[in-house]
């Protein structure tokens, strides 16, 4: 009787449901770095060295740690390319009879993973993911009924059934959210500390070449790289977070600042996403932090929130709608991706910034991607599948299940409001408070049209406009369409006419 213990790249976890239980004898575990992974969307080169480094580095502990083993590089020349082949394979070569299996973080590998009991005529039995703090019963329990999904109530319960950030049964201070005092601009004379950094080792290096050779026409840059790739390095990053960062979390939150990407924030998806870290400990250590006097409750109560809320809504909110929420187009949205998604090359600098960071980094913060990034894709009406497969593309912390919901749902407002009360989107004068991206731009932020406006500000009215019948009856957005009812037709066709521009320039591949 032998058993097979399949561990993918976003499954680093000791804790790992398909590693319990593992007998020493006779189990084997089985990691592979496979090109139909690697490759069916064109992953960032820098996520692509993060994940093998960090598999190859978690490998070696297992067998550290006495497991038997088989760890497939990707350019092994018996590499068989496919997840299932490499387990076919070693379901024949030790003769398994039983093949165990984490839950994973994509649709698309689920439906496969469902084959593989009658295709192998083997019996496949696949865990549950219990990394996360609510399980995909629990969220569909809670879903279950209700209209509106709001965040804001799943995270109550989930604060009262973990009792994080308790005072008996009542959140600590009185008040479950204290969002309204974290949207600060960063004062001039701030300079957020450095982020952690780690020197690649020689299975770093060895990848990073290997990278470069087999990667080469992806997109993102690789050099700089200084991930962490094992758990004892996550942890540092995590302590640092909560040392340096946490303090100012709440309160710089939402600001972008030119050349600071990584501002106050965690840099811990990447960790908490491939398994290096859990969320379980990440809250309690932020937790204790604010208990010990050291962080106070408007960064803590707010970085718990993304983690303990975001993070596992998104999740539940995937596997509850998928897999039909991949095809959602609430607004039609029909345009193609601008070219300078890929290659940065705009004049509209805020936009410029947070790509080339991208670029650089396989990383942009919360803000970045949502209010600059994502608010454009939505003012420009690009269409959802694009969009969601450069996120997926671009971010080293990047899966289906987390991307998907926070593309369709938050950014694009593509499922009518499932994940999002109304559409996030903003004109150039919110990005002007927000930044300082403003200040060193092509454009005019104070001007409304014109060639040399902002393209935020004509585009912003433009999406009201196109979208009336759909989003005219938002209660929501009912102060933007009086200002857009009351506006004089001429002032209508200046803005019709500036937008029909600038998508004409997009269309044409012109520098906008
Ligand atoms: P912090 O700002 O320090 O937040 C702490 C943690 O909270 C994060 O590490 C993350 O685990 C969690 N978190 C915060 N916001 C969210 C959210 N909206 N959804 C889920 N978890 C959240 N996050 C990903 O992990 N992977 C993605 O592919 C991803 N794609 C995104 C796409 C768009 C369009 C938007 C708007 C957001 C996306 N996010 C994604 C959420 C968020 O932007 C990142 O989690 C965050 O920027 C990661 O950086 P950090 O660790 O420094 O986060
Ligand atoms: C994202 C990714 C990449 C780049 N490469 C691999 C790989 O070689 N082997 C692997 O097991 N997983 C990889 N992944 C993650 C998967 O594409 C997928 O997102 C998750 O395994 C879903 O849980
Ligand atoms: Fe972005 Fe407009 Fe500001 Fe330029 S002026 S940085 S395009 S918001």
Redesign the pocket.
């Known amino acids: 009787m032998a058993t097979l213990r399949l561990i993918l790249a976003d499954q680093l976890s000791h804790s790992l449901a398909s590693l319990q239980d593992y007998d020493l004898e006779n189990d084997w575990v089985l990691m592979a770095e496979v090109r139909t992974e690697a490759s069916y969307v064109k992953h960032h080169k820098k996520k692509i060295a993060f994940l093998f480094s960090a598999m190859r580095h978690f490998a070696k502990e297992l067998t550290d740690h006495g497991h038997k083993l088989v760890y497939r590089q990707y350019d092994d020349k018996h590499n068989q390319g496919s997840l299932k082949a490499e387990v076919e394979l070693l379901c024949k070569k030790q003769s398994i009879d039983r093949i165990v299996l984490t839950h994973p973080g994509e649709y698309r590998v689920l439906a496969d993973m469902k084959t593989w009991q009658d295709n192998l005529g083997i019996e496949v039995e696949i865990r549950e993911d219990d990394r996360f703090l609510a399980s995909l019963s629990e969220f569909a329990d809670w879903a279950k009924d209700r209209k509106q999904l709001r965040m804001e109530f799943f995270y109550r319960e989930m604060r009262k059934a973990w009792h994080f950030l308790m005072d008996g049964d009542k959140p600590v201070g009185d008040k479950w959210n204290y969002d309204s005092a974290n949207r600060k601009a960063l004062p001039k004379d701030m300079s957020p500390p450095k982020p952690t950094m780690f020197e690649p080792d020689s299975i770093t290096q060895d990848v990073i070449k290997l990278v470069s050779t087999e990667f080469a026409d992806h997109f993102g840059e690789l050099d700089k790289f200084h991930f962490a790739v094992t758990r004892e390095q996550a942890l540092v990053v995590l302590q640092e977070f909560i040392e340096q960062r946490l303090i100012n979390f709440g309160d710089y939150q939402d600001a972008m600042v030119e050349g600071e990407p990584w501002m106050y924030h965690s840099h811990i998806s990447f960790y908490l996403n491939c398994g290096l870290l859990t969320p379980k400990e990440v809250i309690e250590q932020a937790e204790y932090a604010y208990r010990k006097g050291d962080a106070p409750l408007n960064a803590t109560e707010g970085f718990i929130r993304q983690v303990l809320g975001w993070r596992e809504y998104v999740r539940g909110l995937y596997w509850l709608k998928m897999p039909g929420y991949k095809d959602e187009n609430f607004l039609e949205a029909k345009g193609s991706l601008p070219k300078f998604f890929w290659d940065t090359h705009t004049q509209?600098?805020?936009?410029h910034q947070c790509i080339k960071e991208t670029s650089e980094n396989a990383y942009a913060h919360h803000i970045q991607r949502l209010m600059?990034i994502g608010n454009f894709a939505l003012l420009a009406g690009l269409h959802p599948d694009e969009v969601n497969e450069w996120y997926l593309i671009v971010y080293a912390d990047a899966y289906e299940w987390v991307e998907m919901p926070n593309v369709t749902g938050m950014i694009l407002f593509a499922d009518g409001g499932l994940l999002a009360s109304k559409p996030y989107a903003a004109s150039?004068s919110y990005?002007?408070k927000m930044?300082n991206?403003?200040q060193?731009?092509?454009?005019?932020?104070k001007e409304k049209n014109g060639a040399q406006a902002?393209?935020?500000?004509y585009l912003y009215w433009d999406f009201l406009d196109r979208n009336k019948e759909k989003l005219g009856n938002n209660p929501r957005l009912g102060m933007p369409y009086r200002t857009l009812n009351n506006m004089s037709d001429e002032k209508r066709q200046t803005i019709q006419r500036d937008s029909q521009v600038f998508f004409k320039a997009l269309e044409q591949d012109e520098k906008v």
């Open positions: 509209m600098n805020c936009l600059i150039g990005i002007n930044s991206y403003c060193n731009c092509h454009y005019s932020v902002c393209p935020f500000n």
